[in-house]
């Protein structure tokens, strides 16, 4: 089995920044892909940012420019540097990995962005 666990999280002011960290224990040929997600208050959850084995990466919109993900295959790890933060972005924070489907969750970091 795969546990994922986030830590990185925190309160920021608007413009600062972030760096997310996503330790995965274990390991899964299914994992070919790694990714963060995040559901704000009364919202559902949606895809932040995900990047694939081989380096592919992709960006929701509205964090494009300003969120990157990275990945230490090393390490079993997968970031999420977020710059010029926005109260917007205030939401839990979700590291998920799988393959078709995504089969692994962590538990979740808070990220929160006051005005």
């Known amino acids: 089995q795969v546990q994922l666990v986030e830590s990185g999280g925190g309160l920021v002011q608007a413009g600062g920044s972030l760096k997310l960290s996503c330790a995965a224990s274990?390991?899964?040929?299914?994992?070919?892909?790694m990714g963060w997600f995040r559901q704000a208050p009364g919202k559902q959850r949606e895809l932040a940012a995900t990047?694939?084995?081989?380096?592919?990466?992709n960006y929701a919109e509205a964090v494009k420019g300003r969120f990157t993900i990275s990945r230490d295959s090393a390490k079993n790890t997968v970031y999420l540097q977020m710059n010029s933060l926005k109260p917007e972005d205030t939401a839990v924070y979700y590291c998920?990995?799988?393959?078709?489907?995504?089969?692994?969750w962590g538990q979740g970091t808070q990220v929160t962005v006051s005005s």
């Open positions: 998920a990995a799988g393959q078709l489907t995504w089969t692994y």
């Open positions: 274990g390991t899964d040929s299914r994992m070919n892909a």
């Open positions: 990047t694939v084995s081989g380096g592919a990466s």
